[in-house]
């Protein structure tokens, strides 16, 4: 079938409505070179100065710090109890899998800013607000879903008679598990883990609730700067976090790439 | 404990932590803030009343109500010229335009914003760059008001948009459209016709999902609306962070949440949710 006028207008249109999509997050570079102390274009003249400033204010630096701590935590705790959570749903054969399933999606499903009533309400009475253990918590909760979602989608390509296979040759489930299924479902895995991580990195709506002075995450250290609308160290952290992005992506790319390279193989 | 293990599949044994964690960390605290709602101050009503009473309230709900309702239209609308040229471009070409609407996609939100703070500011890019050309006079006021939430809403919407509606044109079969073509339907009649009627499941599930993300977005509103559109998630932080009122923002959450339920139930009659949600988790 020959594209039509339209067909070929819209591709237009589309392209158009992608560079609408990815242009604007770029303009974070001219801005974060200006060589002026305000937010502002920076006319012929550029500087690094407010990288500099990123990069060594202890402000920032712990922000960062105290951000890749409760993401990478937050990755490892979701990815562990979302891998078991959808092993389990797989195995399980019951006419209340999908409901349960649906119930755990929860958490992800709800407007963010009920669960952040949610987690405010909940980390008051513990005494959790503004730690660690608090921030962790309620990111490992709306993360999980994630990760129960890309290892569910990974256990539907693996077959099941080969964990029968491994079982009828007398391993026990955890050798099962760790030696048959855990490999075949790897990709799954650790697309989780990565969304899981980019969840709670950039994660700012909860955050804003339950946290105050002594935990101070980059997304609400950039949260603040971009409310006071006058220091450009905030679009120097914003190009590294596009930089960061990009880079998952990339990682993601590879990942993408390798499964499918496998699923090839195994035809 | 041989009875219980024949009856109970050792699987639930694994989703059991989560499935722990959610209720005692996530369900209870939810339910806690329903039940606040109807008790907090005092039992009754009187927190459902204050929809009625308050004239503020009421203009919150109608704001935030018409606000989501348009970001649903740009978004569902440009979402469908992307996903429309994404299923029927080249293999290459279409790479190319997934690899840029993931990466929109995963840009976090905050910088997004700070980039339209940027662009739309009063000697922002956007009126700078149409002050040059001649275009307009005076600069346009794009931010703190309903047009700059706009923008900055639909901005974020759109690629969540666009992978329902691929997800349903890739399941049309090309030869319907090719025998329409054949019978002697123009291109346009085509489409009219045939192609969008089989997609309305599509459409219909991506409205409702970019309407339920709207809902209860916070930050572009907040920032972009510069205090002066103000939507309901930024009322109940203001109650809960400020005034103090436990009430009017459980009645608030409330609201939204059962608008949210009642919405994927609905959506849930139009596509498996799990189509939506991460494609392939139903066996």
Redesign the interface.
């Known amino acids: ?1 020959k ?5 070929k207008l ?2 237009v ?3 158009l ?2 560079l ?3 242009l ?5 570079i001219p ?1 974060s070179l200006t060589p002026k102390r305000f ?3 920076p006319k012929g003249e550029y500087s690094l100065r407010h990288f500099t400033n990123l990069f060594t204010s202890p402000d920032w630096l712990s922000s960062f710090a105290q951000s890749g701590i409760i993401a990478v935590s937050t990755a490892l705790l979701a990815t562990t ?2 891998t ?2 959808a ?8 006419r209340y899998t ?1 409901v ?23 980390l008051v009475p513990m005494g959790l607000i503004d730690s660690y253990p608090g921030l962790i ?1 309620a990111h ?2 709306l993360a ?1 879903p994630l990760v ?3 290892v ?2 990974s ?3 693996f077959d099941p008679k080969l964990e029968q296979a491994s079982r009828n040759l007398g391993a026990p ?1 955890w050798v099962t598990m760790r030696r048959v299924i855990l490999p075949s479902i790897k990709p799954g895995v650790v697309a989780g883990a990565l969304f899981a991580f ?1 969840l709670s990195w ?1 994660e ?2 909860v955050t ?2 339950i946290s105050k002075f002594t935990v101070y995450t980059l ?1 609400r250290r ?2 603040n700067g ?2 006071e ?1 006058t220091d450009p160290t ?2 120097a952290a ?1 190009v590294v ?2 930089g960061v ?2 880079l ?2 990339v990682i993601y ?1 590879l990942l993408a790439r390798r499964r499918a390279q496998m699923a090839v193989a195994e035809e | 404990m041989q009875a219980l293990t024949r009856h109970i ?11 722990l ?2 209720v005692a ?6 339910a ?2 329903l039940w606040l709602s109807v008790t907090d101050p005092e039992p009754g009503l009187g927190n459902y009343e204050k929809l009625v009473e308050n004239d503020a309230l009421a203009r919150i709900l109608w704001t935030t109500f018409r606000t989501c309702a348009i970001t649903t239209v740009f978004s569902v609308g ?1 979402g469908y ?2 996903a ?3 299923v ?2 080249h293999q290459k070409n279409q790479n190319v ?1 997934l ?6 996609f ?14 739309l500011g009063h ?1 922002g ?1 956007v009126n700078n760059g149409m002050e040059a050309i001649g275009l307009i006079d005076r600069p346009v006021r794009f931010m703190r008001n309903e047009l700059g939430v706009l923008i900055g809403m639909v ?1 974020y919407m ?2 969540y948009a666009v992978l329902p509606l691929m997800a349903n044109m890739q399941t049309l079969d ?1 030869r319907v ?2 025998a329409s ?1 054949n019978l002697g339907a123009s ?2 009649q085509t ?1 009219r016709r045939i192609y969008l009627p089989l997609t309305i499941p599509g459409i219909v599930a991506s409205s409702l999902l970019v309407f ?2 709207s ?5 572009t509103p907040a ?1 972009l609306g510069g205090g002066k559109v103000l939507m ?2 930024e009322y ?2 203001v109650q ?2 400020v005034t103090l009122q436990w009430g009017t ?2 009645m608030l ?1 409330t609201l ?2 059962i608008g ?1 339920l009642a919405l ?1 139930w609905i959506m849930s009659r139009f596509m498996q ?1 799990s189509a939506v ?7």
Do not use: K
């Open positions: 079938m594209p039509g006028l339209f067909a819209n591709v249109g589309a392209w409505a992608l609408f999509l990815v604007p997050a770029l303009i974070a801005v937010l502002s274009m109890l979302g078991l959570c092993i389990g749903l797989w195995r399980v054969t019951s999908e349960v399933r649906a119930f755990l999606l929860l958490p992800l499903i709800i407007p963010q800013i009920i669960s952040a009533m949610v987690f405010y309400r909940l918590l490992t909760v999980t129960l979602i890309t569910s989608a256990l539907a390509n489930s980019i950039d700012i709506v804003l609730f997304p950039m949260w971009i409310r609308n905030v679009a914003a976090l596009i992005t990009l998952a992506f790319a | 599949s050792p699987g639930w044994l694994l989703v059991a932590p989560f499935f964690v959610v960390f996530y369900l209870g605290p939810l806690n803030i440009i010229c992307l429309y040229a994404m029927h471009a335009m690899t840029l609407l993931l990466i929109s995963w840009i976090s939100v905050l910088v997004r914003t700070f980039a339209w703070l940027m662009l000697n890019l901005h759109v690629p090309p459209m090719a073509r291109g346009v489409f339920i993300l809902l209860g977005f916070y930050v920032i309901v998630a109940i932080s809960l962070l923002a459980a959450g939204m949440l949210v994927l949710l949600f991460g494609g392939g988790a139903t066996r």
